[in-house]
C-alpha cells in the first residue's frame, strides 16, 4: 500500500509512522486543500489528542517546513504547531494541532472586528519576522523569481489584458537595479487560508518558509486590504511599522511575478480562485503605479 492509498487515510507507511510517534491513531480524517497534491490528515489519537499528519509534494517543501519548525517556529508560541516527528523519506510530518478555523473562511464580521483581526495580523507577521536577527544576503539570495517570468507569462498570456505583459516586464527589469534588502524568517504564504482564527490567531503551514525579505509575506496577504485601505493601516499597526519606499517598489516587483505565476497556475490547473487572485493583483498594481512607470509603458 502507498503513501496515499488507504481510502479515508494515508498508505500504511505514513500510518506506522504516525502511530510510532504518537500511539495509536483512532480515526483519520482527510483535511487537504481542495487542490493537487495537497495531502493531510486529522489525526485523532487513542490518548484523546488531535495532531495532522501531512504529506509535502516534493523534498524541498519537506525540508523548508521541517527547518521551520526545527529553527524558528517555536517562538511564536501558541500561535503555531509544534513538530512531533518527521519522516524525509516519506517525505511527511506530524504536528500538533492549534485551534481556530482560516479566517478565509467567509464568516462575516463587522468592520470593527476585521480592523482588530488584522492588528493581530500584523503583530503575528512582527513575530515571524523578528524571530531571529535579520541577516545580509549573500550573492543572489533574495533576489526577486525573474528566472520564470517567461515560462510563466506563456501560460498566462490568454488571461492577459492589454499591457499588462509590458507592465509586468517594466517592473522586472526595473528590480534589476534595486539593492539587496535583509534577509529574516518568511511564512512564504501568508495569506487567511493558513491564518486561524479562535478569539485568537494562529498560522500553519511552513512548506513555503524561507529566508527572504521580510516584504514576502504580504505579497498575497495583500490580496486581502484590496478596496479596504482600513485593514492596511490595522496591519500596519500591528506590524509596528510601516514598508520602507525600497520594501514598497520591491513589493510591486514581487507581486507582479506572484501575480503571473498564479494566472498561469490557475490556468493550468483549473483553479479559479487563484486565477482570479492573480488578475485581481494585476489589476490593482496597474491602477496604483506611478506615472513614472507607466509612461516608460508606453514608450
Not at 495569506?191 to 494562529?202: C, D, V, Y
Not at 492596511?232 to 511599522?241: C, D, M, V
Not at 517598489?249 to 487572485?277: F, K, M, N, T
Request: hydrophobic share 40%; charged share 25%.
Amino acid at each position: 500500500m502507498g503513501v496515499n492509498s488507504a481510502p479515508g487515510g494515508p498508505g500504511s507507511a505514513v500510518r506506522r509512522f504516525a502511530e510510532r510517534a504518537v500511539g495509536p491513531i483512532a480515526r483519520w480524517t482527510d483535511a487537504s486543500w481542495p487542490r493537487e497534491g495537497s495531502r493531510v490528515w486529522r489525526a485523532d489519537g487513542a490518548d484523546g489528542l488531535v495532531r495532522y499528519v501531512k504529506v509535502h509534494q516534493n523534498d524541498r517543501f519537506h525540508g523548508r517546513e521541517v527547518t521551520a519548525y526545527r529553527t524558528w517556529v517555536p517562538a511564536l508560541g501558541n500561535a503555531a504547531p509544534r513538530l512531533v516527528a518527521a519522516d524525509e523519506r516519506l517525505p511527511a510530518v506530524v504536528v500538533t494541532a492549534v485551534p481556530g478555523r482560516p479566517l478565509g473562511d467567509g464568516v462575516l464580521r463587522t468592520p470593527e472586528e476585521e480592523r482588530a483581526v488584522f492588528v493581530r495580523i500584523g503583530a503575528l507577521a512582527a513575530a515571524v519576522h523578528g524571530s531571529t536577527p535579520p541577516r545580509t544576503p549573500s550573492a543572489g539570495e533574495g533576489q526577486p523569481a525573474v528566472r520564470r517570468l517567461d515560462r510563466h507569462l506563456d501560460g498566462a498570456r490568454a488571461h492577459l489584458g492589454p499591457g499588462d505583459e509590458e507592465f509586468v516586464r517594466a517592473l522586472a527589469a526595473r528590480s534589476a537595479g534595486l539593492p539587496a534588502l535583509d534577509l529574516v524568517p518568511t511564512h512564504g504564504d501568508f495569506q487567511l487560508r493558513n491564518l486561524l482564527w479562535s478569539g485568537r490567531l494562529a498560522v500553519i503551514d511552513f512548506e513555503r518558509s524561507e529566508p527572504q525579505p521580510a516584504l514576502r509575506d504580504l505579497v498575497r496577504l495583500s490580496d486581502a486590504w484590496t478596496g479596504r485601505p482600513d485593514l492596511h493601516e490595522a496591519f500596519l499597526t500591528g506590524y509596528g511599522r510601516r514598508l520602507t519606499p525600497l520594501e514598497e517598489e520591491r513589493l510591486a516587483v514581487d507581486s507582479a511575478l506572484d501575480a503571473v505565476s498564479g494566472i498561469q497556475y490557475g490556468a493550468a490547473h483549473d483553479d479559479p480562485e487563484v486565477l482570479a487572485r492573480g488578475l485581481r493583483t494585476l489589476a490593482m498594481l496597474r491602477s496604483s503605479s506611478s506615472p513614472g512607470l507607466r509612461e516608460r509603458e508606453r514608450r
